[in-house]
């Protein structure tokens, strides 16, 4: 923590915590960059606010928030709607409401989903002002029907089922996943890497059981939070829970690399868009 090339250095790179840590003094740097900024709460922020008179963020407030621990949940804030922002909200999402509109910079073209993936994201977390990139319009998926759109849609009906843990399952979904991987199995692909993305642990459990006999050897079983940053070829993941009404699966071709998705909250987003803040 008391390096001194921290002192000398042009440029120091480091973990929020870590820099909170190294360095002490205020207004020791000309900026601080703030890179993932979505997914670092406030009250993290607080020690690093007086080490640079300028600031930039960048983020994605429409991707996963802040990994919620026991600090930032005991943290003291009066009043209920307070305390869900500063246990759930990132640091970039409250400066994004109150940034003048002069300092924030939206990058709205994507390269990292096929063209229907991209425009649907587009449309449903960024009021359509995502666009595509050309060569996106390209990518095609290369799996034979009922899987040669880049984007499938599947309606399943079940109730949901919550464990001892309060973490919830779906037997209807585990089966219709079930089906679709084995499906893709029998298609002999063996070089096809699939990932099944479920919302919930115990969902997760559930499926890793189901899909135990599957052979495919990219196959992966994951939350989103464990999956975030991962690539696959083929993900099948549910949009947002609908307490027993339909429920619907989506089996898509990303291509390069998939972003994250945000829990139970529609839309599915690979985020292509990374919206930026300066300050």
Same mark, same amino acid.
């Given at each position: 923590?008391?390096?001194?090339?921290?002192?000398?250095?042009?440029?120091?790179?480091?973990?929020?915590?870590?820099?909170?840590?190294?360095?002490?003094?205020?207004?020791?740097?000309?900026?601080?960059?703030?890179?993932?900024?979505?997914?670092?709460?406030?009250?993290?922020?607080?020690?690093?606010?007086?080490?640079?008179?300028?600031?930039?963020?960048?983020?994605?407030?429409?991707?996963?928030?802040?990994?919620?621990?026991?600090?930032?949940?005991?943290?003291?804030?009066?009043?209920?709607?307070?305390?869900?922002?500063?246990?759930?909200?990132?640091?970039? =999402? +409250?400066?994004?409401?109150?940034? /003048?509109?002069?300092? %924030?910079?939206?990058? #709205?073209?994507?390269?990292?989903? $096929? *063209?229907?993936?991209?425009?649907?994201?587009?449309?449903?977390?960024?009021?359509?002002?995502?666009?595509?990139?050309?060569?996106?319009?390209?990518?095609?998926?290369?799996?034979?029907?009922?899987?040669?759109?880049?984007?499938?849609?599947?309606?399943?009906?079940?109730?949901?089922?919550?464990?001892?843990?309060?973490?919830?399952?779906?037997?209807?979904?585990?089966?219709?996943?079930?089906?679709?991987?084995?499906?893709?199995?029998?298609?002999?692909?063996?070089?096809?890497?699939?990932?099944?993305?479920?919302?919930?642990?115990?969902?997760?459990?559930?499926?890793?059981? =189901? +899909?135990?006999?599957?052979?495919? /050897?990219?196959?992966? %079983?994951?939350?989103? #939070?464990?999956?975030?940053?991962? $690539? *696959?070829?083929?993900?099948?993941?549910?949009?947002?829970?609908?307490?027993?009404?339909?429920?619907?699966?989506?089996?898509?071709?990303?291509?390069?690399?998939?972003?994250?998705?945000?829990?139970?909250?529609?839309?599915?987003?690979?985020?292509?868009?990374?919206?930026?803040?300066?300050?």
């Amino acid at each position: 923590a008391d390096d001194p090339r921290v002192r000398t250095a042009h440029v120091v790179f480091g973990t929020v915590n870590r820099i909170a840590l190294a360095c002490k003094e205020a207004e020791m740097f000309d900026w601080l960059i703030l890179d993932e900024a979505n997914k670092v709460r406030f009250t993290e922020t607080l020690p690093l606010l007086r080490l640079a008179p300028r600031w930039l963020l960048v983020g994605d407030h429409r991707q996963l928030p802040p990994v919620l621990d026991e600090s930032a949940a005991a943290f003291p804030v009066e009043g209920e709607e307070a305390r869900t922002l500063v246990r759930d909200a990132s640091f970039f =999402e +409250l400066s994004w409401a109150v940034v /003048p509109e002069t300092n %924030v910079v939206m990058l #709205d073209e994507q390269y990292r989903m $096929a *063209a229907p993936i991209g425009s649907y994201v587009s449309v449903a977390s960024y009021d359509g002002r995502l666009r595509n990139s050309p060569e996106m319009a390209a990518l095609r998926s290369p799996l034979p029907w009922p899987f040669n759109r880049n984007l499938t849609w599947l309606t399943i009906r079940g109730r949901e089922k919550k464990g001892g843990s309060g973490s919830i399952s779906n037997r209807a979904e585990i089966e219709a996943v079930g089906r679709v991987v084995r499906h893709l199995q029998r298609l002999g692909l063996d070089q096809l890497r699939v990932a099944v993305i479920a919302m919930y642990q115990d969902q997760v459990t559930q499926l890793r059981r =189901e +899909l135990r006999m599957v052979t495919l /050897p990219g196959l992966a %079983v994951a939350t989103v #939070d464990a999956f975030e940053g991962e $690539a *696959a070829a083929v993900l099948i993941l549910p949009t947002y829970p609908t307490n027993g009404a339909e429920r619907r699966w989506v089996v898509r071709q990303p291509q390069q690399r998939h972003a994250a998705t945000p829990p139970a909250t529609p839309p599915p987003g690979s985020a292509g868009a990374r919206p930026r803040l300066a300050g």
